[in-house]
């Protein structure tokens, strides 16, 4: 169900991330831009560590499940993540519905 599928915060922050940007990330970048927004710091200031651990649970768990979902589309070539076309098709219009923090 897709709202299971987003009931994670980490995959709201991923969708969140590729919306803002609007074109692909490599995943190490998605993972830097995650840790920003969840630990609320300048990037300079995010744990390299921490990049580290996110970057796994992304790679390992996250997109996958997003891409099941069809959010988003993951290029193992480029090891690039982009939203799908149907990411706009899912039916958010307000964000607020995805992404609570910005209402």
Same mark, same amino acid.
């Given at each position: 169900?897709?709202?299971?599928?987003?009931?994670?915060?980490?995959?709201?922050?991923?969708?969140?991330?590729?919306?803002?940007?609007? @074109?692909?990330?490599? =995943?190490?970048?998605?993972?830097?831009? &995650?840790?920003? #927004? $969840?630990?609320?710091?300048?990037?300079?200031?995010?744990?390299?560590?921490?990049? @580290?651990?996110?970057? =796994?649970?992304?790679?390992?768990?996250? &997109?996958?499940? #997003? $891409?099941?979902?069809?959010?988003?589309?993951?290029?193992?070539?480029?090891?690039?993540?982009?939203?799908?076309?149907?990411?706009?098709?899912?039916?958010?219009?307000?964000?607020?519905?995805?992404?609570?923090?910005?209402?």
């Amino acid at each position: 169900m897709l709202y299971e599928c987003l009931s994670h915060s980490r995959r709201r922050s991923i969708l969140r991330c590729l919306r803002d940007t609007e @074109k692909p990330l490599a =995943l190490a970048d998605l993972a830097a831009d &995650v840790a920003h #927004l $969840e630990m609320e710091a300048p990037k300079s200031e995010v744990d390299p560590e921490e990049v @580290k651990k996110i970057h =796994l649970t992304l790679y390992h768990n996250h &997109v996958p499940k #997003l $891409e099941e979902f069809g959010l988003v589309q993951y290029d193992p070539r480029n090891e690039t993540v982009n939203l799908s076309e149907s990411f706009d098709a899912v039916g958010f219009t307000d964000s607020s519905e995805l992404f609570p923090t910005e209402a």
